[in-house]
């Protein structure tokens, strides 16, 4: 039989002679339970807003991107596409152009980034299933579109009904160098817009997509790509696929996963999550200071079970070990239930959505989004057990063998 167990136990679940340490024994589960609740629960919800945004991105990002590390573009004729499109895993390989440009539609102007991309665009990450208004359409027959993010068009008031003004779009000229005609430096084309698309802010103020072939003429490229985009199929492994791209392009190209291609975003995130956890952790610290109060007084009122406990021949690390271990069943007992609360809290809200966002009809989500993972639960408890043993081993230490052996 583990004695300081059973003793702690007797002494956690008794009757105190004085109520108070009840009172505080109470407190000291219920501190640890609701902060034990809370970091599940904002880990849960930094977890759903993780996935949330992630998807939003990976809408439009591709999973491998190809860029050249020097220059803007480099030419499609040297590239070894056909070696890149026989690894098995990839589905979609595509060449895209990407350039600032100044949009013009009626009196309104305004600066986004125009990318020319092949009229199957959306096989490779779905944005047709963001279209809020249109179609996706970037040809048809001989005859150019514009799919427009959502925030462009609203910028310029753009009208799809409008068949009379049609968005202008203008670009510097490659090799132009007349000061003296402004008009002459730039190349200007027309077209209409087809659907607006709204995937997140970042990427609906920013882009409008236009058929390959149109920035291609609209820049003077001859054969030149600024990026290549590959889809993979299901049950590939990108890593494996990303290190082969990368030894058949050589070290004159970066070959980035999603990962890679919004590297800062998720760092940042990850950053605000730990910090989040990190500030909790004070707050779950700070409500465990009743542990040492509780384990205080309740040294003061059992003095005659320590001196019975020392006459019959138990040891001082013994007798410590009691109270130690009573601190770390109040934490234990603190923790599996807010665990448990939390948890429960988390399920109902991933399953019924009953707490929703204020203002979410502008959002892509009505209600918080929880995502529950099992590994944040270990890393709660095990900081649970890490603040739970600080905070019973700094009054158990105090515990001298004057205190023992005095008499009551």
């Known amino acids: 039989?583990?004695?300081?167990?059973?003793?702690?136990?007797?002494?956690?679940?008794?009757?105190?002679?004085?109520?108070?340490?009840?009172?505080?024994?109470?407190?000291?589960?219920?501190?640890?339970?609701?902060?034990?609740?809370?970091?599940?629960?904002?880990?849960?919800?930094?977890?759903?807003?993780?996935?949330?945004?992630?998807?939003?991105?990976?809408?439009?990002?591709?999973?491998i991107q190809i860029t050249p590390k020097e220059g803007k573009t480099f030419l499609t004729t040297t590239f070894p596409q056909e070696a890149i499109k026989k690894i098995p895993g990839v589905y979609y390989f595509s060449y895209s152009i990407e350039e600032n440009a100044l949009v013009k539609f009626k009196d309104n102007q305004f600066i986004a980034t125009i990318k020319g991309v092949p009229k199957d665009y959306n096989q490779l990450n779905g944005i047709d299933s963001m279209i809020v208004q249109g179609d996706f359409i970037l040809e048809k027959d001989s005859v150019n579109f514009a799919v427009v993010g959502q925030g462009v068009a609203y910028s310029l008031g753009l009208d799809m009904n409008d068949y009379f003004n049609p968005l202008e779009i203008y670009v510097p000229r490659r090799e132009s160098k007349n000061l003296l005609n402004p008009l002459e430096s730039f190349n200007n084309e027309v077209v209409y817009p087809?659907?607006?698309?709204?995937?997140?802010?970042?990427?609906?103020?920013?882009?409008?997509?236009?058929?390959?072939?149109?920035?291609?003429?609209?820049?003077?490229?001859?054969q030149e790509a600024t990026s290549v985009?590959?889809?993979?199929?299901?049950?590939?492994?990108?890593?494996?696929?990303?290190?082969?791209?990368?030894?058949?392009?050589?070290?004159?190209?970066?070959?980035?996963?999603?990962?890679?291609?919004?590297?800062?975003?998720?760092?940042?995130m990850k950053s605000e999550k730990w910090a989040i956890i990190l500030i909790l952790s004070f707050v779950l610290l700070i409500a465990t200071f009743n542990i040492i109060g509780t384990l205080t007084m309740l040294v003061l009122e059992k003095q005659k079970d320590i001196s019975?406990?020392?006459?019959?021949?138990?040891?001082?690390?013994?007798?410590?070990?009691?109270?130690?271990?009573?601190?770390?069943?109040?934490?234990?007992?603190?923790?599996?239930m807010g665990l448990f609360l939390g948890g429960l809290i988390c399920w109902l809200q991933q399953t019924y959505g009953f707490i929703t966002m204020p203002e979410s009809g502008s959002f892509v989500v009505t209600a918080y989004p929880i995502k529950i993972k099992i590994m944040d639960f270990v890393y709660v408890l095990f900081i649970d057990l890490i603040i739970?043993?600080?905070?019973?081993?700094?009054?158990?230490?105090?515990?001298?063998?004057?205190?023992?052996?005095?008499?009551?």
């Open 1 to 63: 039989m583990n004695t300081p167990f059973y003793i702690a136990k007797r002494y956690l679940f008794s009757k105190k002679t004085h109520h108070i340490i009840n009172i505080i024994s109470g407190i000291s589960v219920a501190g640890f339970t609701v902060g034990t609740m809370a970091l599940i629960i904002v880990m849960s919800v930094f977890n759903g807003f993780e996935d949330v945004v992630m998807k939003l991105f990976n809408t439009f990002n591709p999973e």
């Open 388 to 408: 739970g043993f600080a905070t019973s081993w700094y009054p158990v230490r105090q515990i001298s063998k004057n205190t023992i052996t005095q008499k009551t």
């Open 194 to 222: 087809s659907g607006f698309f709204s995937v997140q802010q970042e990427f609906d103020m920013k882009y409008i997509l236009l058929p390959f072939r149109f920035v291609e003429k609209l820049l003077n490229y001859k």
């Open 308 to 336: 019975i406990l020392w006459s019959m021949g138990a040891s001082a690390r013994l007798i410590r070990s009691i109270f130690f271990t009573e601190g770390m069943l109040i934490t234990l007992i603190g923790a599996l």
């Open 229 to 268: 985009e590959i889809g993979l199929a299901e049950n590939t492994k990108p890593e494996q696929i990303q290190k082969q791209i990368q030894a058949i392009v050589g070290e004159d190209y970066y070959v980035k996963n999603r990962f890679q291609q919004q590297e800062l975003l998720y760092k940042i």
